[in-house]
């Protein structure tokens, strides 16, 4: 008998309620739901065909004999800017959850009802997610920022990604109960592959991928004009000028590809494109045979999977209250595991690059022990738990991860 039908007969404790269920986040999910007996449950849809979200989600259900899951229907209005998700598939079942983790997204507009059926149902709510926009500074004033802060503040508890969020949060909730879970992905199997591939060394890497041994430039993440992929490789070109001889890996589709490809080419710079890899024991190589991540758009859990395989990120720096990044960039420490450049100006941005390219193997070691030590499921998985069992101390909760 399977574990999901071991549990079916229970009442799933926790529910997770989300808009998708991104493929990065299934190992957590799972990892999860182990720690919870079995007791979880995902409440999720699909995402806008043909958005730049709809990458992020595969066919992969190896989780399936561990959770539970059930649809539930979504509608998106004006492209990706407004949503609906109807829970009633959720709430409805005979043994509801008695915990909701739910997806903290000013896009949802259905987020505030939630909240105040699972209230009116004594259904324990923690809010998990940014809480603010990579667009503004933190409690900006705006009617956007002030309504998010108001539907935060309907919810039990609140789980943010990282500890400097929490702290910001805390200062303008200070009665609420706030957790961090750090947001990171399945460290489980991209630690030991980046130990292995760490030590066979670069350049019998891209020797095996068929890539030239020279310093390679790393871009990893959704091909969109947001994170500016094109300037990646007008920074290569600009270091081939100085006499750094580049190449350049992009791992990830989107709309921006053909400009690329089209740039690299004019300018005469080597440029590998992978296309999306979902898999983390195919990405995983692509990645190590790499120098250093540059982003010069925005930051996220990119930063995570390449310091996974020990790469530095190059990012411009972030403006006040990390304006410019999704809220992962407090994870770069500037001249340890990464560098920010003073601008997003290409020059600025070169300059950071040869600058750790200059240092590799050190970065490299450094990069590798902040991840171990830092970024580890486990640790996000606890974080999570410490936020269940406040709202509710009774669910059954299986051994200590740390």
Known sequence: MTERADHRSNRPEVGYITRFLPSYRRAIMKALAKRLSGGLIIGSGQPLGSSSFDALVT????????????????????????????????????????????????????????????????????????FSSIHRPFNSGGWQDNRRLKTAGLADALLTYTDASRERLQAVLPDAAIFTARNTLDTRTLFPLGDRLMAEGKASIRTRLGLA???????????????????????????????????????GDGPQRSQVEIKAEALGVPLTMTGAISDLTDSAPWIAACDALVNPGYLGLSINHAFSMGVPVVAPAPGPDGIGHSQEWVFVQDGTNGRFADNDSTEALCAAVGEVLEDGMSYQQRVARFAREELSLEHMVDGMLSAILHVAPEVAVSGNSL
């Open 213 to 251: 041994d020279r310093p390679t430039l790393l871009f990893l993440g959704r091909l969109i004009a947001e994170k500016k992929p094109e300037q990646v490789v007008d920074i290569a070109a600009a270091l081939g000028a100085a006499g750094l001889a580049v190449q350049v890996v992009m791992i």
């Open 59 to 130: 066919g992969d259900h190896s989780d399936s004999q561990v959770i539970e899951s059930v649809t539930l229907p979504n509608r998106w209005i004006r492209g990706e800017a407004i949503h609906w998700q109807a829970y009633s598939p959720l709430m409805r079942r005979a043994a509801a959850p008695k915990v909701l983790l739910i997806e903290e997204s000013p896009r949802t507009l259905s987020l505030r009802p939630l909240l105040r059926q699972a209230q009116r149902r004594g259904i324990k709510t923690i809010l998990w997610g940014h």
